[in-house]
C-alpha cells in the first residue's frame, strides 16, 4: 500500500495511523476503546482548513491535544480564492487571503498541529473512537471538529462546464490575471460578485456584472464601490441562458428575467459569483442538515453525534465571514477539549493554555 509520509504520524500496515511522540496509550477510558489493531486514536482530528479549521488547531495545539487536520487536498477553505481581505481585525492595509491562512497555519504548526493535505472520503461516526479515512489513510480520533466549509456554486450549463478553465472561472483572484485587456462578466448580485468585479478591473478593460435581478444583495460599500467604478457595467434583470464560443469563451447568452427576451453579449470570461454549496457529503449519513444543506448545530458547537463538533461556513449560512469562522473554531476546539476532559480522555488539558 503507498503510504503518504506526515511529520510526526507513523501509519501502521493497514493504514491507520498514530501520532508517534503524542498520545499516551489511555486503555480503558471513558467510551473510547482501543482500536484492533493496537495503534492509539488521536484525541482530536480537524476536517477542513479554512479559518474555521485552522484557529480550532492553534486552540487544540495550545491545549496539548495535538491535533490531526485533515486539510483537503486544495487546503485554506475560500480564502484562498479572496484577493484583498480588509474586514479582518489586525491588518488596518488589508492582507491576501492567502496569506492569511498561511499565517493561520504556521502558527497552528508552531504549537504542534500536524497537517494531512489529503480530502476526507468518508467517515464512521457509528462507534467510537471514530475512523475517518482520507486518500488511503484511516486515521482513528475520539473526537472530531467538522470544518468543511462550503464551496462555490455552478450555474449548471453544458457549456460552462466545458469551457471551465478556457475563459468561464469561480475564481478572480486565480483568473483576472489572464484577463488582461480583455472583456469579462461576473455572475450574481452578492458581495462576492461586487468584490470580484471590482478586483477585475485592474486587468480587463471592461467588466459587466450579470444579475438576474435589479436590486443587489452585497452590502451597501461594495455597491458603491463597484457603481463608481467607471469600468463596471450592469446587466441586471438577466440571467446566463448559454455560455458562448468553441475553444475559449467568446460571450454568453442572456436572458431577461422580466420579459424573457435573449440577448449576446460579447466576453472574454465568465466569472461565476453565485454562492456556496456547504461541504457535507462525507458527513450527511451521520450529522443532521439542514433544509439548506448546512450542518445543524446545536449548543453552539455540538453535533447529534457525541464527541463531533461543528464550526464555520459548513453550518452556518447568516454570517459566513472568516472572523466569525474563526470564532466558531474556537468556540469548538474549547467545547471538544471540555468534552476529551469530562470523558477521562485527557485530564485537564489546561484552562491556562487557552
Ligand atoms: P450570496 O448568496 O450572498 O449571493 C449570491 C448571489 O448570486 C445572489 O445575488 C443570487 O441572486 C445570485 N445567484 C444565486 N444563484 C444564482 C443562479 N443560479 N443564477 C443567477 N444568480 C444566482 O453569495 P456571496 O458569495 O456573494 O456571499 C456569501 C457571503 O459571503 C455573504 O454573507 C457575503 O456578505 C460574504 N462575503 C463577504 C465579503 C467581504 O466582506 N469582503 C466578500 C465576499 C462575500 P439573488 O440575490 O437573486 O438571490
Redesign the pocket.
Given at each position: 500500500m503507498t503510504q503518504i509520509k506526515y511529520p510526526t504520524i507513523a501509519f501502521a500496515d493497514d493504514g491507520s495511523s498514530a501520532v508517534a511522540d503524542a498520545v499516551t496509550p489511555q486503555a480503558g477510558h471513558g467510551n473510547g476503546a482501543a482500536p484492533a489493531d493496537g495503534s492509539q486514536p488521536h484525541q482530536l482530528v480537524i476536517v477542513g482548513s479554512g479559518p474555521a479549521g485552522l484557529t480550532a488547531a492553534i486552540y487544540a495545539a495550545r491545549a496539548n491535544l495535538k491535533p490531526i487536520v485533515i486539510a483537503g487536498y486544495a487546503p485554506g477553505g475560500q480564502l484562498m480564492l479572496?484577493s484583498d481581505?480588509?474586514?479582518y481585525p489586525g491588518f488596518p492595509d488589508g492582507i491576501q487571503g492567502p496569506e492569511l491562512m498561511d499565517l493561520f497555519r504556521r502558527q497552528a504548526e508552531r504549537f504542534g498541529a500536524t497537517f494531512m493535505d489529503v480530502d476526507l472520503d468518508r467517515v464512521d461516526f457509528g462507534k467510537k473512537p471514530f475512523s475517518l479515512w482520507a486518500g488511503d489513510q484511516e486515521v482513528t480520533s475520539h473526537s472530531v471538529i467538522v470544518a468543511t466549509g462550503a464551496s462555490a456554486?455552478w450555474?449548471g450549463l453544458d457549456n460552462e462546464t466545458r469551457l471551465r478553465g478556457r475563459g468561464v472561472s469561480a475564481c478572480a483572484t486565480c483568473d483576472g490575471f489572464f484577463f488582461r485587456g480583455k472583456k469579462v462578466a461576473v455572475?450574481?448580485?452578492?458581495?462576492?460578485?461586487l468584490?470580484e468585479a471590482t478586483f477585475l478591473t485592474r486587468f480587463a478593460t471592461d467588466v459587466v456584472i450579470v444579475?438576474?435581478?435589479d436590486a443587489?444583495?452585497?452590502?451597501k460599500i461594495?455597491q458603491t464601490r463597484a457603481m463608481d467604478n467607471p469600468k463596471i457595467t450592469f446587466a441586471l434583470n438577466k440571467?446566463?441562458a448559454d455560455v458562448l464560443g468553441e475553444d475559449v469563451v467568446n460571450g454568453i447568452r442572456l436572458r431577461d428575467t422580466v420579459t424573457g427576451e435573449e440577448s449576446n453579449l460579447e466576453t472574454d470570461g465568465v466569472f461565476l459569483?453565485?454562492?456556496?454549496r456547504p461541504n457535507t457529503e462525507a458527513f450527511k449519513e451521520w450529522l443532521t442538515v439542514d433544509e439548506k444543506g448546512y450542518l445543524v448545530v446545536r449548543d453552539e458547537t455540538r453535533s447529534d453525534v457525541d464527541g463531533v463538533f461543528i464550526a464555520g461556513d459548513v453550518h452556518d449560512h447568516r454570517?459566513?465571514?472568516a472572523v466569525t469562522a474563526a470564532a466558531d473554531g474556537c468556540k469548538a476546539a474549547i467545547d471538544a477539549e471540555r468534552w476529551l476532559e469530562s470523558q477521562g480522555i485527557t485530564q485537564g488539558a489546561t484552562a491556562a493554555a487557552w
Open positions: 479572496t481581505v480588509e474586514n456554486l450555474l455572475v450574481g448580485g452578492g458581495d462576492t460578485a468584490e444579475h438576474r435581478r443587489f444583495r452585497g452590502s461594495m440571467e446566463v459569483a453565485i454562492g456556496y454570517y459566513r465571514q
